[in-house]
């Protein structure tokens, strides 16, 4: 199977590291296919970045050519899911809500280390709108921007773990790494804790796997229905817009495929 | 004061019906201006047509060269607040959250009438993560669409008062009207009915001049600071978007301010 | 339009500063008028005071002479509103209820600076049952007591503020001044702390302004159906009791309506 | 010991079906005795009776110069019962939540059967702020005014056995009697019904005689300390009313204490 | 009457100390009858200690040849109290319920000293299946384990009494204890800490009484309706075990039940 | 990999029909092995038969001398799991869980078809617990104990489907088959309903993949710490018990490991 893992801001970088963390946990016989939106935030760090962001990943889905049986939505916390869900008929999983299903497997509580304070919030309404916060025991934030993740990966392990004592203190019995830029650091995390880790790019991948092994997608019934016909100026955006290269590096618009069983 | 009263989706007749009924309530003093996005969705009828309205209003508010003193948002449930929240340094009122809150000040529960029962859900979520949904008795959808409000305001009025009747016989006290499109509706629906009706528009137009008129406006304290600056590709994007007219006449690229006083 | 703000307790000193404040945000063409009960205590700091002043006030509304538009009710958690709410036909608004309701206007969370700790769950319960609790992240006792807040501004204006701190640290985005007798006092605590600061009494006042401005009034479908007739024991009361002056000053049993636009 | 059980309303001929069943259901060794208020409405239908029902039941608690060991209050769903733990230094129980708590002694859910559908969201809000509606499937209304409850007893125990079905039907495994007016009825309703049913006075009763066996009373360390000393005008109001005779037979002035073991 | 109080382990101590508090605190008239299992673990400190008592629980109720008129279950937070409803058609009151249940008849919120602190995830879940959790301020453990609490009794008073400060500073009003194996220590808590202190052994005696009093038992009606005939093998499984001697001396095969009245 | 999936009730033939759905859906290199209890209740239907399974399946576990990487407990609403979780070191998945967790990825509400309407409030108290209750829109029964599932498989086809039509007027989006004895009906049920079906075996499998995949295992910070060591009388129990043949054909004491790739 074909899965597409869309990293959602334009960070060619953390394309490359999100599709490296999935293809390292997919199965014999899953591809991994990464991508990034053509316009929009560099990262992703609040509700405004995160509304441009779901729509231009909402663009880059209605126009990309490549076909898939699964998407991964890689950025925790942020709007556009439910768009997806309605335009695709392959099912969706979205990393926030998978890292908290799995950690809900493992344990009675869990627990999520984040970027900015700021991002706290944003992440605890999208728990409580899938239904999932109630076995949440905190969210915290590290301080450390999206960004700033890759700079110094020593002390971005050493401030994760500590941050996640925090959470553990608070109840939590797992910990899920939330941000997609932290994907990779789940077992450098674990050994210094104690407790189990989970990413959410990993876990949303295997979830993938597991939906499409079974033959299901996404209910039409009533929230996640096609789109109606309409007239919607100016879309795609994407083939009106004078696009250049991608911030980190050239753009990646062409795949490139990798199983993960070579 | 100058209040911005957006229509999400791109159809000017239903940007006049917003701007004529929030002119009717303004008090004394208080000038209504009236916009559309410049791309994107006719109508909102679902996520997909939601996000997108979220990054075209955000794209119209972030190039709108006239100032306001508040905004208000006229669209039932979709999401981009909170974006708006992050970008403005004025207060943003929301008609689905304003016409809940009012509606609990005139009773202990309100129920609402809205358009699909597609929307039933998201509403619902909405109303779940503004910490509302406690004494919502019942979210109904007449059927209707979005555009389909306008074409038989006779039919529309029956239609919208009978769905009101199961609400309220599921337990509401109080109706909210649910779609920026059924403004100006209320008094025929409420005298059909015997309840106090409540219109979004007309809630968060009287908020927003409460807010204002008390110096308030959003905290930044947290959940709503600031974009941090960043690279944004394509952005703004009606920068780079060749526009074409507007939906259902010439778009409204000049504003109409109109004092209600007059 | 009239409104009536009412003191919920017999301090006349209180019902000026009330009537002061409300005065001060009210909208040209605004009439404030302000009383408090004819019997009861002089101060509110429990059920007992609270339950004591809810006939009070009932007593007060159903024997007063002069016609208003709409009721303030300017104690923080006391119960008696919704038995206002069955005995008029103007709406009734409650400044605990105005004062989360503004606040969540203004941020994702908010949280209330109140005098003694034993009012802190009193609050909360009214908050729990008005379905308003949901986004409160704290409740503080200043441990002030009510009539203290006059005694000395400075310190007063103080600990508000070192104890709103403390519930920003607890996840507050915004502020609310937990007690009647803190009215007038946000502006200086906002400046002090950095975050919007919303007291209940302008709160009220200007929510007042909007519903009466849109013709709108309390529901009687259910919950706030008139009182059924009935014999009632000694009703009203203060038509039997032998009435003393009031304390603090003398009875306000003139009304002083003063206009907020002269 | 001695329970005080209080009939929230002055109709004596309730007091003394109040005190019937108390008595029928007091262990050997417990002394009812029973009063209703000095003043106030002959019957409790909705906030505003409940509000000054809540005041006279204080005034005559503290005017009453007999000892006791606990309180019952036996209106289901009015206000005062916080205000009476402030007072007393003896147990206070509530028939509304002693009903709910037997009846989760006894089943996973329950119901509730009660007077007019006016009560009902009140009894819910009563429930809500106890802790107790969880497990709560259903309140129905019977459409009887409390007065009616004696009017023609079988056809009380008709309709409420009818609306107990509905109930049933609603999902509660043990129906709860919400009025004080219908105890003495549980027994003919649970025959008809085949689920057990729970009375609030006798149930009450039996918690005031387990609370008080066990040495136990109303914890005083925060929110039922007992009221601060200040000046209350007019207060106790029944010293100062000229009180005529009861409605429904002469003033229950002197106590007419039973022992059920004679 | 007769009530059967069931130490859920397999240490004949233990069950002597409960058979005294509960015999202690019985009603004149009442019989206090007192088991353990016939196998078993010999303490409960967790889920899976707790599965396995609840079987064996099941086994000695559908083995015990003398009648009795309630069951209580004397252990804090394990499960098998709904099975044990199931197989019987007396009531059954079970120590974690009722310690919560008769808090709140004390205090508007309670919270719970346990012993290890991993029970305290399993007894919070308790309480939100009982739908009692809502008032429960927190639930701390003492760090003794069950079989240490009798070793050093004047070291376990300390220690309890300085985690229900905690407790208390947490919010709560009134303090339950956690454990089967603390019952008869609540005075001296109590005494202590200024707080009411209710033991679950004592408060599920006095509501045993209390309902089987008012000649009231389990609902049939739905989650409780006695098991449906079917194979089970092996059933009972005492009556095909070897059965040695129980832990802490000769095991008490012959009831000895005391009336709390001689 | 290799799966151990327990049937949690002696009957055979379910056994059998379990493996049979487990090994369909497995990924090659999973094997997957079935047992069920040496002793117990033929089926699961009610608190008493899940108490007396949950022991046998504990006892199973402990006795059990074959390696597997993680357990799938099939028994839909039983109680046990947490004791599975504290006893092994390997991840434990749960059919009710899982079938919740999948549901919720492919719609926003799920709900329940179930055999009998008493099992309806276990279910809905497991999902409480799990935190997994928010979503889920219904949970019906259709009537059918446990062993008639089997009898005429046409007719639970029909049966399950109409009760599922039911759900989803009810407000669900998925539907997932709430008894093990379900597993393999879930596409004709899907074809018949036009929503995704899900079972709870085929999901708990998938999902046990993936966390097996991913090298992840339960937490042992808290609620599921190993038990502690202690005197537990009798047990093993199967060690002590004269075991008979197993109901429904030979008690499967051997294995049948069944690869699904050959």
Same mark, same amino acid.
């Given at each position: 199977m074909r899965l597409l893992v869309m990293n959602p801001n334009t960070t060619v970088s953390m394309t490359a590291s999100i599709r490296a963390t999935a293809t390292a946990v997919a199965a014999p016989g899953t591809q991994i296919i990464a991508a990034e939106p053509l316009w929009g935030p560099e990262s992703?760090?609040?509700?405004?970045?995160?509304?441009?962001?779901? $729509?231009?990943? !909402?663009? /880059?889905?209605?126009?990309?050519? &490549?076909?898939? %049986?699964?998407? #991964?939505?890689?950025?925790?916390?942020?709007?556009?899911?439910?768009?997806?869900q309605e335009l695709l008929d392959v099912p969706v999983l979205d990393i926030?809500?998978?890292?908290?299903?799995? $950690?809900?497997? !493992?344990? /009675?509580?869990?627990?999520?280390? &984040?970027?900015? %304070?700021?991002? #706290?919030?944003?992440?605890?309404?999208?728990?409580?709108?899938?239904?999932?916060?109630?076995?949440?025991?905190?969210?915290h934030g590290t301080g450390l921007g999206v960004l700033e993740l890759e700079a110094d990966p020593e002390r971005t392990v050493e401030v994760i773990t500590e941050t996640a004592r925090e959470v553990v203190r608070a109840g939590a019995e797992v910990i899920c790494l939330g941000c997609g830029g932290m994907a990779g650091l789940q077992e450098r995390v674990a050994a210094a804790l104690g407790v189990p880790v989970v990413d959410g790019v990993a876990a949303a991948v295997k979830f993938a796997e597991a939906v499409v092994g079974l033959g299901l997608t996404t209910s039409t019934a009533r929230s996640f229905a096609p789109p109606r016909p309409k007239a919607i100026g100016s879309?795609?955006?994407?083939?009106?817009?004078?696009?250049?290269?991608?911030?980190?590096?050239?753009?990646?618009?062409?795949?490139?495929?990798?199983?993960?069983?070579?």
């Open positions: 992703i760090e609040g509700h405004f970045d995160g509304f441009l962001s779901a $729509a231009a990943v !909402l663009d /880059r889905l209605a126009t990309l050519d &490549t076909p898939f %049986d699964a998407l #991964v939505m890689a950025g925790f916390g942020e709007p556009g899911r439910e768009g997806a926030t809500e998978s890292a908290a299903q799995m $950690a809900m497997m !493992l344990g /009675r509580t869990y627990g999520i280390v &984040t970027t900015l %304070d700021r991002s #706290v919030p944003q992440i605890r309404d999208r728990l409580l709108t899938a239904g999932l916060l109630q076995r949440c025991a905190a969210v879309w795609p955006l994407s083939a009106h817009l004078p696009l250049g290269p991608a911030r980190g590096g050239s753009r990646n618009t062409e795949f490139s495929p990798q199983t993960s069983d070579i």
